[in-house]
C-alpha cells in the first residue's frame, strides 16, 4: 500500500483517466477527493471509491475559474485530513478546423486544459508550502502536446502549454520538494474519443498511428502515474513521460 495515509486531489475525476486514477490511488490505500465541473460524475467516482473501502469526497469545481479552485483546495484538505497529491486530469478537446476555430472555443479549451492546471497547480502548491509539506503534482499533457494534431489548435496549443508549465513548475518548487510532472498519453478510450471507435476508417488510422497497433485503456495510464506520485520517483521532477505504444517516437514513411 504505497500511499496509506495519503490524501489525493484528482480533477476530472467523474470520467475516464481521472476516474481510473481514483480508483487506482484507493486500491493503494489513499483517500481520494475526486472533483469534476459535473457534481454527479464526481459523486459516482467517490461512491466507487468507498465500495473499495478508502475514504473518498466528491467535490464540485470549474478549474478555470480561481475562487472555485480556491473552494476545491479548502475542501479538499478539510474532507481528507491530508492533501499530498494532485492529479490535473480536467480536460476538453475540440475538433474543428484552424480556420474555423471560434474564439470562444479557444478560450474555453486553453482555459481549461492550461489556465485550469496552472490554478490548481499554484493553490495545492501554496497549501503544501503553507503546511512545510512535500507533495507531487502531475499533469496531463498529450501526444498532441509534443506534436501537431489536425483540427486541434487550441487543444494542441494547451497541451504543448502544459509541457511547458511543467518544467517551469518542476523548476521553481523542486527546493519545496515538491516534485511536478506530466504523463503524454496516446489515444486512451475514455469518454473524450468515444466517437472514434464506431468508425472502421478512425480505427484503422489509429491502429496505424500507434506502433503497438492499438489504444490504451485509462487503468494503464493511472499505472503510471501511481509510480510518479510515489517516493520512487522523487528524483523526477519537470518530465513530460510519453505512454503511447509508440506515437511520438516515429513516422512511418
Ligand atoms: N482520452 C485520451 O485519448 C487522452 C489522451 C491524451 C491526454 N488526455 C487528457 O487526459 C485528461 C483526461 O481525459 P479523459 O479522456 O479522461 O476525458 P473525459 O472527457 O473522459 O474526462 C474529462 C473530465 O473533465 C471534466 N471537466 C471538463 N471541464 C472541466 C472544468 N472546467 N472543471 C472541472 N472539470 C472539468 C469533465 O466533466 C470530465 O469528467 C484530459 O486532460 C485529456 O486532455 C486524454
Same mark, same amino acid.
Given at each position: 500500500?504505497?500511499?496509506?495515509?495519503?490524501?489525493?486531489?484528482?480533477?476530472?475525476? &467523474?470520467? =475516464?483517466?481521472?476516474?481510473? #486514477?481514483?480508483?487506482?490511488?484507493?486500491?493503494? &490505500?489513499?483517500?481520494?477527493?475526486?472533483?469534476?465541473?459535473?457534481?454527479?460524475?464526481?459523486?459516482?467516482?467517490?461512491?466507487?471509491?468507498?465500495?473499495? &473501502?478508502?475514504?473518498?469526497?466528491?467535490?464540485?469545481?470549474?478549474?478555470?475559474? %480561481?475562487?472555485?479552485?480556491?473552494?476545491?483546495?479548502?475542501?479538499?484538505?478539510?474532507?481528507?485530513?491530508?492533501?499530498?497529491?494532485?492529479?490535473?486530469?480536467?480536460?476538453?478537446?475540440?475538433?474543428?478546423?484552424?480556420?474555423?476555430?471560434?474564439?470562444?472555443? /479557444?478560450?474555453?479549451?486553453?482555459?481549461?486544459?492550461?489556465? &485550469?492546471?496552472?490554478?490548481?497547480?499554484?493553490?495545492?502548491?501554496?497549501?503544501?508550502?503553507?503546511?512545510?509539506?512535500?507533495?507531487? +503534482? +502531475?499533469?496531463?499533457?498529450?501526444?498532441? =502536446?509534443?506534436?501537431?494534431?489536425?483540427?486541434?489548435?487550441?487543444?494542441?496549443?494547451?497541451?504543448?502549454?502544459?509541457?511547458?508549465?511543467?518544467?517551469?513548475?518542476?523548476?521553481?518548487? #523542486?527546493?519545496? *520538494?515538491?516534485?511536478?510532472?506530466?504523463?503524454?498519453?496516446?489515444?486512451?478510450?475514455?469518454?473524450?474519443?468515444?466517437?472514434?471507435?464506431?468508425? %472502421?476508417?478512425?480505427?484503422?488510422?489509429?491502429?496505424?498511428? *500507434?506502433?503497438?497497433?492499438? /489504444?490504451?485503456? %485509462?487503468?494503464?495510464?493511472?499505472?503510471?502515474?501511481?509510480?510518479?506520485?510515489?517516493?520512487?520517483?522523487?528524483?523526477?521532477?519537470?518530465?513530460?513521460?510519453?505512454?503511447?505504444? =509508440?506515437?511520438?517516437?516515429?513516422?512511418?514513411?
Amino acid at each position: 500500500m504505497r500511499f496509506e495515509n495519503r490524501g489525493v486531489l484528482i480533477t476530472g475525476a &467523474g470520467s =475516464g483517466i481521472g476516474q481510473a #486514477a481514483s480508483l487506482a490511488f484507493a486500491t493503494e &490505500g489513499a483517500a481520494i477527493a475526486a472533483a469534476d465541473l459535473r457534481l454527479e460524475a464526481a459523486q459516482v467516482t467517490a461512491d466507487a471509491v468507498e465500495e473499495l &473501502g478508502w475514504p473518498a469526497v466528491a467535490l464540485q469545481v470549474d478549474v478555470t475559474q %480561481p475562487d472555485s479552485v480556491q473552494a476545491m483546495v479548502e475542501q479538499a484538505v478539510a474532507g481528507l485530513g491530508s492533501l499530498d497529491v494532485l492529479i490535473n486530469s480536467a480536460g476538453v478537446r475540440e475538433i474543428v478546423p484552424f480556420l474555423e476555430l471560434p474564439a470562444e472555443e /479557444w478560450t474555453k479549451v486553453i482555459g481549461t486544459n492550461l489556465t &485550469g492546471t496552472f490554478l490548481c497547480s499554484q493553490a495545492v502548491a501554496q497549501h503544501l508550502i503553507a503546511q512545510n509539506k512535500s507533495g507531487k +503534482i +502531475i499533469n496531463l499533457s498529450s501526444v498532441a =502536446g509534443l506534436m501537431g494534431v489536425p483540427n486541434r489548435a487550441a487543444y494542441v496549443a494547451s497541451k504543448h502549454g502544459v509541457v511547458g508549465l511543467t518544467k517551469e513548475m518542476g523548476m521553481e518548487l #523542486a527546493d519545496k *520538494h515538491i516534485q511536478v510532472n506530466a504523463i503524454a498519453p496516446g489515444v486512451v478510450e475514455t469518454a473524450m474519443t468515444a466517437g472514434y471507435f464506431d468508425k %472502421p476508417d478512425i480505427v484503422a488510422s489509429l491502429k496505424k498511428a *500507434h506502433p503497438a497497433g492499438r /489504444w490504451a485503456q %485509462p487503468e494503464e495510464i493511472a499505472k503510471l502515474m501511481l509510480f510518479l506520485a510515489s517516493e520512487d520517483a522523487d528524483f523526477m521532477t519537470g518530465a513530460t513521460i510519453p505512454i503511447d505504444g =509508440g506515437f511520438v517516437a516515429g513516422k512511418a514513411i
